[in-house]
């Protein structure tokens, strides 16, 4: 028999088993909601981005199955060849109305936006200037592109400018943030990062995954709260999250839009989307549009949820949005912190090295629109039981 030129993957597993970060996947049972079932066990869900609840919304289920009816369950093409249906059009118009810009593309994923859009319009010429916890699809992107990527320390615009200010005046550059950063929950400096993209002649461009259907009027995103209309250049926003269905898109002008359409390879080079998540994703645009008191609770929920952990003495460092982390330092204690809150019923994910830094290992917890004050309030007695048990407060 051959030896297994695999092997040493398991040689890896045995030492993130030995560091307690091996994870198996939860199983969800049943509908992505406030209160579901996971392996066996219900819990009041702290671990989705399914911030306004739209996943089980009645508008978005029936509109997803009329679509099915009358298109069919696939697209059967890429869209550059025969997978361009009349409903992705009247999507990427709805997504153009609603962000106040000129076009819209929709791709498969967020990840693949924000992937398939840096590495479309830059190349080895050009420098990429970008914030330190920008989304691993931002940094795929940099990296695919081939340009020359300087990172700035979070949210530091002084940094950011210092390595502006060192490089040629002709040189092109991007310079990119995430609106909301998805494991601490606080915003993009956009406005500091606006102005410094304007006084030396960059791209600007944010990842809005987390902001949309959260910022600014009826979820328009971090542009529109920040109200930056205008200045940003490249808006990508996320289907996947308060949107409830999946895909991603990008806002700008109608010329970068169709030099999307030529260049961005997972626009160019992979299936679109079924019609049903396009009809559901209208039917979300629908729900912000007429229904924004959605958003209010969600906000209600987020203050009500924080308030409760940081009177409860926990570390939820600087979140300004529903994402709230319960920073514990070691890898293990977040694991541990999480699996007992599991135990107790409350699903709120342990997130360690190396998606965020080995002395800064959490719990992360998302509110949604949809949890009511007793399954909030639930969570929150058994945080303060678990967390004196493990010590943390
Ligand atoms: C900041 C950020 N950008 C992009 C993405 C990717 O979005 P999607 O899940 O639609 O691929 C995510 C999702 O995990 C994210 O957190």
């Known amino acids: 028999m051959r030896p297994d030129p695999l092997a040493f993957l398991d040689a890896e597993l045995d030492a993130l088993r030995s560091q307690g970060l091996h994870r198996s996947l939860r199983i969800l049972e049943g509908r992505q909601q406030a209160t579901a079932e996971f392996d066996h066990r219900s819990v009041v869900n702290l671990s989705s981005n399914n911030y306004l609840g739209l996943t089980t919304h009645p508008r978005l289920i029936e509109r997803a199955i009329a679509a099915i009816r009358e298109f069919g369950v696939g697209s059967g093409s890429v869209r550059t060849i025969a997978g361009t249906m009349v409903i992705h059009m009247e999507l990427e118009r709805r997504l153009a109305t609603f962000k106040h810009t000129e076009a819209v593309v929709v791709f498969q994923s967020g990840f693949a936006a924000n992937a398939g859009t840096v590495s479309a319009i830059l190349n080895k010429e050009d420098v990429i200037i970008s914030d330190a916890l920008n989304h691993a699809s931002i940094i795929d992107g940099c990296r695919l592109s081939r340009a020359a990527i300087k990172v700035f320390p979070h949210k530091d615009v002084d940094a950011a400018r210092k390595i502006l200010r060192d490089l040629p005046p002709d040189q092109r550059k991007l310079l990119i943030t995430d609106g909301v950063f998805s494991m601490d929950g606080d915003l993009g400096s956009l406005p500091a990062l606006c102005d410094a993209a304007e006084e030396f002649g ?99 929920n987020t203050r009500f949820f924080k308030r409760g952990l940081e009177t409860l003495g926990f570390n939820t460092g600087l979140s300004e949005s529903p994402i709230t982390p319960v920073i514990v330092g070691e890898g293990s204690r977040a694991m541990k912190l999480s699996d007992r809150l599991f135990e107790e019923g409350v699903f709120a994910q342990g997130i360690a090295y190396p998606t965020v830094a080995r002395d800064k290992a959490r719990v992360r917890t998302i509110v949604t629109a949809a949890h009511t004050k007793d399954e909030l309030q639930f969570a929150l007695d058994k945080f303060k039981l678990v967390g004196t048990e493990l010590g943390l407060i």
């Open 202 to 300: 960059c791209i600007m461009m944010v990842d809005d995954a987390h902001a949309s259907g959260v910022f600014g009027r009826n979820g328009r995103g971090t542009v529109d709260h920040f109200n930056m209309h205008g200045r940003v250049d490249i808006q990508v926003g996320t289907l996947s999250k308060a949107m409830a269905a999946l895909g991603g898109y990008v806002a700008g002008s109608a010329s970068l839009i169709d030099f999307l359409y030529h260049r961005a390879r997972p626009f160019l080079f992979s299936t679109s989307h079924p019609p049903s998540v396009a009809a559901t994703c209208i039917a979300a645009l629908d729900v912000l549009e007429q229904e924004p008191e959605i958003i209010d609770r969600l906000w209600d």
